[in-house]
């Protein structure tokens, strides 16, 4: 457990040791909430930066659709055999 001091201005230092554990940098939005015994904080991280994360996920005009976990096994599957095909084809001359 790590303790922290309220400053006169209502504002309370996040310890360097739990900044750098969750990754935290300025700008990022945490959340406060009250609770019967007291409150708690937890992170959400910027809007900004979860936004980021997500470009690239929405099917883009012209752009392939992602494929799916099956597409992608029938890919793997797919190369294996041909594969398999060529070193069959190798082996046989």
């Keep these: ?13 996040v310890p ?3 900044r750098d554990a969750l ?3 300025p700008g990022d939005d945490l959340v406060v909430a009250l609770e019967p015994d007291g409150f708690y904080v937890r ?4 809007r900004k930066a ?3 994360r997500l470009c ?6 012209g ?13 793997v599957r ?8 060529r070193t069959r084809s190798r082996r046989a001359r």
């Design 1 to 13: 457990m790590v303790t922290t001091t309220l400053s006169s201005k209502g504002q309370m230092i």
């Design 16 to 18: 360097k040791r739990i």
């Design 23 to 25: 990754a935290l940098k």
């Design 43 to 46: 992170t959400r991280r910027n």
């Design 50 to 52: 979860a936004i980021e």
């Design 56 to 61: 690239g996920s929405l099917k883009q005009p």
């Design 63 to 75: 752009r392939r659709q992602a494929m799916t976990i099956a597409g992608m096994d029938q890919a």
């Design 78 to 85: 797919d190369k294996a055999l041909a594969e398999d095909r």
